[in-house]
């Protein structure tokens, strides 16, 4: 294996979705480094894979950085070192991010073994548009926090994508629904790839209302659709046709307008049409 660091993605319920590679790594890394020494033993046992006298060392939340100073002071010294987290992609809503930006600037190699994410699983399932998303990761604990963050996002049109406790998510979809209106559409994905999986679709007061009272357990995802756009004015449009005309043909201008701005095509050809012919 080449030496630096190796962010490994490792299942979030079946076992059996780890990839080829990440088995690969997990077998022929130097050092392994864990969100979760006990979980990345146990998933090594499943898979036949022996830690022998190869170091598994503890990296999470609360490492500080002489653990990190440590994995990159083994990779600068040839070591190849895989990272894996709990569960799911290393740096996503994960203690990945520090380790990989200290080894970038001390110039140590940082790979990839991509796989498994609860993110990209729940947008799969939960039947709402995935072509432009927002990952938010864990709204923060303070009320006033929770409350400035869903103030910032609630203009943004695309899909937005949460982690929350299942001891918060009826709380916290209350205050969705409140910041975002009661209609706008959502899903919760429970316990995604385990035996009791479970994906509710509905509107954001629905969802609320139904977990409300509800007792819930496992590893929840929020995801929350596109509000209804407000109309561009005729001022918007002319002004975005200028910009798109600029640097693309009429057709492609027209066509990027009226999809950026949710306008039938023909209203913005014909504004495109007077603006060629000033």
Known sequence: ?????????????????????????????DVIAAEDTR???HLMQIHGIGL???PLVAYHDHSGPGVRSRLITLAEEGKSVALVSEAGTPMVADPGFPLAREAIAAG????????????????????????????????PPQAAARKAMLAGLSGLQATLV?????????????????????????A????????????????LGELAEGFGGREVKGEIVVLVGRGARA????????????????????????????????LPRRQVYQAALKLEAE
């Open 231 to 262: 109309a561009a004015g005729a001022d918007e449009m002319e002004e975005a046709l200028r910009a798109a005309l600029s640097r693309a043909s009429v057709k492609d201008a027209v066509a990027e307008v009226s999809a950026a701005l949710g």
């Open 39 to 41: 979980t990345a033993r």
């Open 1 to 29: 294996m080449p030496p630096g660091l190796h962010f490994v993605a490792t299942p979030i319920g079946a076992a059996r979705d780890i990839t080829l590679r990440a088995l690969d790594i997990l077998a022929s890394a």
């Open 52 to 54: 022998g006298d190869r």
């Open 108 to 139: 140590v190699p940082v790979h990839a073994a991509p796989g498994p994410s609860a993110m990209l699983a729940a947008l799969t399932v939960a039947g709402l548009p995935s072509d432009r998303v927002l990952f938010a990761g864990f709204p």
């Open 162 to 186: 949460f982690y929350e406790s299942p001891r918060r998510v009826g709380r916290f979809l209350a205050e969705l629904a409140e910041a975002f209106g009661a209609e706008r559409p959502a």
């Open 188 to 203: 919760v994905c429970r316990e995604l790839t385990k035996r009791f999986e479970e994906v509710s679709r509905g509107a």
